[in-house]
């Protein structure tokens, strides 16, 4: 007999011909999100020194966050009534009203905050929930309104699974920057000096401190997205990204842990080092967010002279590909001229990739990826006969 958590993901996946216009499918789906979004706010709000992101404290103080949250919470409400009355399936709508009417009984957007022993460590809940409202209220109309594979359902294959890896990078974002920092941190203990050149460079425009850090970082991210393909034991970690099977915007967030960090360290490195202003790299790491949704989103658009300037989607989903052809190609993640240059740029005009994925058996659920690349065995570091070394 199936429990309420299948009850609840069957609905979710429900096929298109139950879910149209009218059936309370999309109500009961909004209520559902905007519930989920309302109680992780209000239990930051309750809970600031563990669940909030110190860099966030500014929003959670504007004047307009928690009438926002009672916005939210009153529309979660009518969705859910909304989705009870019109859907003769009502795991959905119940659902989202029980996740809606406890964050009213947590207090709502009078929520206080509550005495707890500081540690001086923090989860970013209110990151995870703002940074799903804004990126998914972004692309997954999109993928509905201009998808390039129509018969793809915003709740593919291994959706929870990639949900997990959103709220598992986003929950431990202090840890991942402490861990990324680090190396930056030593390199500007080491060069004191350079303290007239980063002024100047802080000093510029600041959209050409923009460009600049996406060039330099680009160049940088290239050369280590390029080793975790060539090397076999960096290959598994990456290789944890590359096994989903449908593009779309939340596929970009499946990383390896490891990789996480290594990623960002490396693009740290440059970012810290030369002086950008703050303001400068809010702006880029606000973009890096957004842009990496779009590369993996499932929206069409060949843009064959585009592609050949900035990383677009077509442009991105080949490098996923799983023909031969892709193998090894678009290492860029901004600028394609960085693959150009060396020699792995794959572009054919009008034509995506057939088919997403590894040939090699990569698990599922995060934490068998996670232990995934120590787990390998010879054989699968020792590339096939027929495939290419690092594939």
Do not use: C
């Not at 992780?40 to 926002?68: I, K, T």
């Not at 050369?223 to 096994?243: D, E, I, K, T, Y």
């Not at 060949?302 to 677009?312: M, N, P, Q, S």
């Amino acid at each position: 007999m199936a429990g309420p958590t299948d009850l609840l993901v069957e609905e979710l996946q429900a096929p298109t011909t139950a879910r149209g216009f009218g059936s309370g499918w999309y109500a009961g789906f909004f209520a559902l999100l905007l519930g989920g979004v309302s109680f992780a706010l209000v239990l930051v709000l309750r809970y600031p020194e563990w669940l909030g992101s110190p860099e966030l404290a500014r929003v959670r103080d504007a004047s307009l966050f928690r009438p926002a949250v009672h916005l939210f919470i009153l529309a979660a409400y009518a969705l859910a009534i909304l989705s009870l009355m019109l859907r003769r399936q009502k795991v959905l709508g119940f659902t989202a009203l029980a996740v809606t009417l406890a964050a009213g009984l947590l207090g709502g957007s009078n929520a206080t905050a509550r005495d707890v022993h500081d540690w001086g460590i923090f989860f970013g809940l209110d990151f995870f929930a703002l940074n799903m409202v804004l990126t998914g209220l972004m692309f997954a109309p999109l993928e509905r309104i201009l998808p390039h594979r129509a018969d793809q359902r915003l709740f593919r294959v291994e959706w929870r699974e990639d949900l997990f890896y959103f709220l598992v990078s986003s929950m431990l974002v202090q840890l991942i920057t402490f861990l990324t920092f680090a190396p930056s941190n030593f390199i500007l203990g080491q060069t004191a000096s350079l303290g007239g050149v980063r002024g100047a460079i802080g000093g510029q425009p600041l959209a050409l401190q923009v460009l600049e850090i996406m060039l330099l970082t680009d160049l940088a991210q290239y050369w280590f997205h390029r080793a975790f393909h060539r090397v076999p034991f960096l290959w598994g970690f990456h290789a944890v990204h590359h096994s989903t099977r449908s593009m779309d915007w939340l596929a970009s967030s499946r990383m390896h842990f490891v990789e996480i960090f290594l990623l960002r360290g490396v693009t740290a490195v440059p970012m810290l080092t030369f002086g950008f202003s703050p303001v400068a790299l809010q702006i880029y790491v606000g973009l890096v967010y957004v842009y990496s949704s779009l590369l993996h989103a499932n929206v069409k658009g060949d843009f064959d002279r585009l592609g050949h300037v900035v990383a677009t989607p077509r442009f991105h989903h080949w490098h996923h590909g799983l023909e031969e052809e892709a193998v090894d190609k678009n290492f860029a993640i901004h600028f394609p001229i960085f693959d150009r240059v060396f020699g792995t740029f794959h572009l054919p005009p009008g034509r995506w990739p057939l088919n997403y994925g590894v040939p090699e058996q990569v698990p599922s659920g995060y934490w068998r990826q996670f232990l995934y690349p120590f787990r390998r065995s010879a054989s699968a570091l020792s590339p096939a006969p027929s495939a290419p070394p690092d594939r």
